[in-house]
């Protein structure tokens, strides 16, 4: 009766990417409906699934989902990435939040004018060198496990990989002071469904370049 | 052993505030200590207590936790504020998270460029009215229940109440049409515990005035 989960969002990694590494290291087969354009997505807001007439929306067990972290919380609780009890539970969502305003701030970077890029780049590398990386490498330095809470896979897990992924984008060598992590990016990226996922063909999107910038920002009026 | 949940930063609404109505609302007791200047919040950074040097931050059943969302997520399961299953959860969830969002715009109201402050408040008006108070009102309605989730209080109750609060501080006629919406703020104003939580000498604070967002400008630059 229940389908496979179904994705609404345009063609490229948003707020709808974090969704889709959930979904697929959980193992989870999920489809995708991707707008090319405005029309498309007015569409689907005058169909009345969108709470807020906004994207991220997963169809999923029934419900119209949207706000990323609803979606989020909804995926790892079903699928057993969420932690075992209510402590551990706080522990993901500490980590996971803070890794969220590094990843708004990669995100958001395509967006910044012209001038503001070199600015904004030296800001993200500085915050993911300095505020963010550091914690995560001391987290694991301090209990010497292989994830990060409760020496099982988590959604946190899943989450700082992704994140390391796309800050080692805009400089290669970032993980450079942190040792640890470049172990823990190693061992996660080898689980057999996030390897799957990281393979060309996989429903993970690239970086956005000029075109695909072009067609959301027409497309969200952004 | 476990003392009361301890509340750091400053002495302001801010990012705290929801943490505070969530607390009050659940009927649990909790202590604050204020950060006043940069001095305070460089001490809990040097401490090692701010896991991003940031606050809010709760002391909370021997954790230190920060990041809003970390803190509610935690209060709302632990008092039985978050639904029975994963289903109510996330109906929560994206009421909450809704909520957030317009919350996020009236907080960060005060430190806009004074050039576009009309346009933001003309968009969190445009917003609350044909967005968020509709999709809120229609939930409601389509159950004709008391409460947003599962016929039972839970978090988005509160977080909207509140929210409906600082809506009615910008414009009070922003929720004119708005029945449900006014039904459910005059049921969950008159719990018990909220009741106390909105009399005058509660641990609620005050809208922003001028001395207080230069404070907080002082210590978080």
């Known amino acids: ?222 | 052993m476990a003392g009361k949940p301890m509340l750091h930063y400053f002495n302001g609404r801010g990012r705290m505030e929801s943490t505070r109505w969530l607390l009050a609302a659940a009927g649990v007791e909790f202590e604050e200590k204020l950060i006043e200047s940069p001095e305070d919040l460089k001490k809990l950074v040097n401490e090692g207590s701010l896991m991003f040097q940031q606050v809010p931050m709760v002391e909370i059943d021997g954790m230190k936790l920060v990041q809003t969302r970390a803190i509610l997520n935690y209060i709302a399961t632990k008092y039985n504020l978050y639904g029975k299953d994963i289903k109510e959860r996330a109906l929560i969830d994206m009421y909450v998270e809704g909520v957030a969002d317009l919350g996020e715009m009236i907080l960060l109201l005060p430190v806009a460029p004074p050039g576009e402050k009309d346009a933001k408040l003309a968009l969190i008006k445009e917003k609350t009215t044909n967005r968020y108070f509709p999709a809120f009102e229609k939930v409601l309605k389509s159950h004709g229940q008391d409460y947003l989730v599962g016929n039972k209080l839970s978090r988005a109750d509160i977080h909207l109440v509140e929210l409906i609060y600082y809506v009615e501080e910008l414009d009070p006629s922003l929720i004119a049409n708005f029945p449900l919406l006014k039904a459910l703020k005059a049921r969950v104003s008159s719990l018990p515990t909220v009741k106390k939580f909105l009399q005058p000498g509660s641990q609620r604070k005050p809208p922003l005035d001028q001395k207080t967002l230069e404070q907080g400008r002082k210590i978080f630059k």
């Open chain 1, 1 to 222: 009766m229940a389908g496979k989960p179904k994705l609404y969002y345009f063609n490229g990694r948003g707020r709808m990417e974090s969704i889709r590494w959930l979904l697929a290291a959980a193992g989870v087969e999920f489809e995708e409906e991707l707008f090319e354009t405005r029309e498309e997505f007015e569409k689907l807001i005058q169909g009345g699934s969108l709470m807020y007439e906004q994207v991220p929306m997963v169809e999923i067990d029934g419900m119209n989902l949207v706000e990323t972290r609803a979606i989020l919380r909804y995926i790892a609780a079903k699928y057993d990435l969420y932690g075992r009890n209510l402590k551990e539970q706080a522990w993901i969502d500490m980590y996971v939040e803070g890794l969220k305003d590094l990843n708004d701030m990669i995100m958001l970077f395509p967006f910044s004018l012209p001038e503001e890029k070199k600015m904004s780049l030296d800001y993200i590398l500085e915050r993911a060198t300095k505020r963010f990386f550091p914690v995560y490498e001391k987290a694991l330095r301090d209990h010497g496990q292989d994830f990060l809470v409760g020496n099982r896979l988590s959604w946190a897990d899943i989450q700082l990989l992704e994140v390391i992924l796309m800050a080692e984008e805009c400089k290669p060598s970032v993980l450079s002071g942190f040792p640890l992590l470049q172990e823990f990016k190693a061992r996660v990226s080898h689980i057999p469904t996030i390897n799957k996922f990281l393979q060309p063909g996989s429903q993970r999107k690239p970086p956005l370049d000029e075109e695909s910038l072009e067609t959301m920002k027409k497309t969200f009026n952004c």
